[in-house]
């Protein structure tokens, strides 16, 4: 489906996937949020790529390919190229195409013996890869993972198994942790998760030519212990009437627009979830403070 039809059927359900917060104004502003003191999910992922690089290169071997699942800057794999041995092609796969360009132009300039060959698309839909240009390893950092209903990433999982053809898998996983540290990385101090959340609304007047109001939202997240997830939603601060693709939706003061779960997970809970998945997990990586995990998982019965 369309951001378009999607967006439409999400104003009737109140719930809209978070991929469609990634346009390209989408995309720099999830940029910003990286850099944020609040949001550690990143800057603890990038230690513990460049701490561990040459454990990874060792386990990925000579002339691999790295297919990245949902691409964005290339920041993290670059930590990951840059210690590899003659890596022979990336891969990077993300839904905005235009942002993909940009980032695979600068990877070509920078790394002339790798094949840089990007793939626009979702990779939760039926997507077909090329065949692979040598060991196939994937790479999912930024726990992503988290953006999925415990089931749907056992299904995501699996599917990426089906998509290495035996190669393994190199992920990152947030981990639960104090709700007041959950609470802020979600609720910066400078507004940008806000600015994040709304341009979903502000995406919608571009590319819909709705008319939403912008200021009549207001963000709201929050940690939900016993699921483990962070919810993100847009929350109506009056009642209003939304016109969208020649529909109307009423929304009355407090009415709210789901937009985003983040679950937050604990090692051997993961590691369990990877093996539903048809994974064998291997060893895995945290920071002193265990705030986030990077998980190297095997296909437990190899094609
Ligand atoms: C890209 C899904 C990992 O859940 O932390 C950051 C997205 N949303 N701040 C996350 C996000 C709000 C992020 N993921």
Request: glycine letters at 8%; a negative charge.
């Amino acid at each position: 489906m369309s951001f378009a039809e999607e967006f439409v059927a999400g104003l009737r359900t109140r719930h809209i996937a978070p991929k469609w917060f990634y346009d390209a104004e989408g995309s720099r502003l999830f940029e910003r949020i990286c850099l944020l003191p609040e949001y550690y999910p990143t800057r603890t992922e990038l230690a513990l790529l460049d701490r561990h690089a040459p454990e990874f290169a060792a386990r990925i071997g000579t002339g691999a390919e790295i297919v990245e699942f949902g691409a964005g800057a290339s920041v993290k794999v670059r930590l990951l190229l840059d210690a590899l041995e003659s890596p022979r092609r990336f891969v990077p796969i993300d839904i905005s195409g235009e942002y993909l360009a940009e980032a695979a132009a600068t990877l070509r300039a920078d790394y002339p013996g790798l094949a840089v060959e990007p793939l626009a698309g979702d990779f939760t839909r039926d997507l077909v890869l090329p065949p692979a240009a040598g060991r196939r390893i994937g790479f999912f950092p930024g726990s992503s993972i988290g953006n999925f209903e415990p089931e749907a990433a056992q299904a995501l999982l699996a599917r990426f198994r089906q998509w290495l053809d035996g190669g393994a898998l190199l992920i990152g996983v947030d981990l639960f942790k104090e709700p007041a540290e959950l609470h802020a990385a979600y609720n910066d101090a400078q507004g940008v998760t806000a600015a994040f959340n709304l341009n979903l609304l502000a995406r919608a007047n571009r590319e819909l030519g709705a008319d939403i109001d912008l200021g009549a939202w207001a963000h709201a997240a929050f940690y939900h212990p016993p699921l483990r997830r962070i919810e993100m939603h847009l929350v109506s601060r009056r009642r209003q009437v939304l016109q969208v693709g020649g529909e109307r939706f009423e929304f009355d003061e407090g009415d709210s627009l789901h937009t985003e779960n983040s679950y937050k997970y604990g090692v051997e809970g993961f590691r369990a979830l990877a093996r539903r998945a048809g994974f064998e997990p291997g060893p895995v990586w945290t920071d002193a403070a265990r705030r986030f995990s990077l998980h190297w998982l095997e296909p437990a019965n190899p094609a």
